[in-house]
């Protein structure tokens, strides 16, 4: 059960904390309202709160056309083109791009392979490729510190196509060749390990 005095007292006050928590419905105009609505405080015998827009509209309430509720944080919405880059961004760590090409990652996601690159550009200063690059080095160098797979093992299972591939990526990214990466322990006396 939502704590009416205390959420009144939060509207009131403008209060962010509960913006996306509690949504505002006012009996008398037929609008829901987010906490920090501009829009003069509505008296208390006139308000309604509610856990949701959708509850709130379910209630037959229309959203404020000024504090716009149906995109309050944490809703998809709210967080506007970030919520495409999240999306592409778990594709790509689960292997869309080891196994496809920007331009299906961009077809799975709705839209247009030049608008991904330019979201991609504005959200993470990256293209999807660098991101995936960087991502198949990680695992990569996560393989080679944690076991004794052979190089070319590593690199398919790391994504990349080929170990030459994955050899130049490491040797452009660290100066040097994947295998320097591999741990020694084997080679060190008994005493050092």
Known sequence: MLDFDAHYEAL???????????????????????????????????????????AAEHAGFRPCLRCRPETAPFCPAWKGTRTTVERALSLIEDGE??????????????????????????????????????????????LLDAGDLPI?????????????RMSTAFTRLYGRPPSAFRRKAAALPFGKR
Do not use: I, M, W
């Open 12 to 54: 009131r006050r403008r209060d962010a904390t509960v913006d996306g928590l509690v949504f505002v419905a006012v009996k008398t105009t037929g609008v829901y309202c987010r906490p920090v609505c501009p829009a003069r405080t509505p008296l208390a015998r006139n308000v309604v709160f509610y856990r949701s827009a959708a």
């Open 97 to 142: 791009l080891d196994r496809g090409s920007v331009e299906s990652l961009a077809e799975r996601l709705g839209l247009g392979p030049r608008h991904l690159a330019r979201l991609f550009a504005q959200h993470l200063d990256a293209s999807p490729l660098q991101v995936a690059q960087s991502l198949r080095v990680q695992r990569a160098k996560r």
């Open 152 to 164: 070319a093992s590593v690199a398919e299972r790391s994504g990349f196509s080929s170990t030459r």
